[in-house]
Nanobody, 117 residues
C-alpha cells in the first residue's frame, strides 16, 4: 500500500516561512504527479500546487509567488516551501500522489499549519 507521510507543519507568524515535506514509500514514484492540497475548518479541500515527475509545476493563484513545490525523485520526497505566509494559509496540508493514466490517487494524513501572531 502506498504511504505518504507529511511533516514540517506548525505555528508560524504572518510573513514567516515554513517548509513541508512528504515522504513517499511503496510507490513507483516516477508515474505519479505529486501535489499539495489544504483544507481549512469549514471549507472544502483545495489544490495548492502540483508537480510532474519531469518537474513541471502548477500553482493555485492564491499561492503564486509565495509557495514553491519541488520533488526529489531519487529520495521519493516532495516539498512545499511556504514564504510570506498569511493567516488565511492556516489549514491542514495534505500530500497527494496522482496517477493520471488510471485516475488513481493517494493521500497522506495531513499536517497542520497555523499562521498567527
Amino acid at each position: 500500500q502506498v504511504q505518504l507521510v507529511e511533516s514540517g507543519g506548525g505555528l508560524v507568524q504572518p510573513g514567516g516561512s515554513l517548509r513541508l515535506s512528504c515522504a513517499a514509500s511503496r510507490i513507483t514514484f516516477n508515474i505519479y504527479t505529486m501535489g499539495w492540497y489544504r483544507q481549512a475548518p469549514g471549507k472544502e479541500r483545495e489544490k495548492v500546487a502540483n508537480i510532474t515527475f519531469g518537474g513541471t509545476a502548477k500553482y493555485a493563484d492564491f499561492v503564486k509567488g509565495r509557495f514553491t513545490i519541488s520533488r526529489d525523485n531519487a529520495k521519493k520526497m516532495v516539498y512545499l516551501q511556504m514564504n510570506n505566509v498569511k493567516p488565511e494559509d492556516t489549514a491542514v496540508y495534505y500530500c497527494n500522489a496522482y496517477w493520471t493514466t488510471i485516475a488513481r490517487d493517494y493521500w497522506g494524513q495531513g499536517t497542520q499549519v497555523t499562521v498567527s501572531s
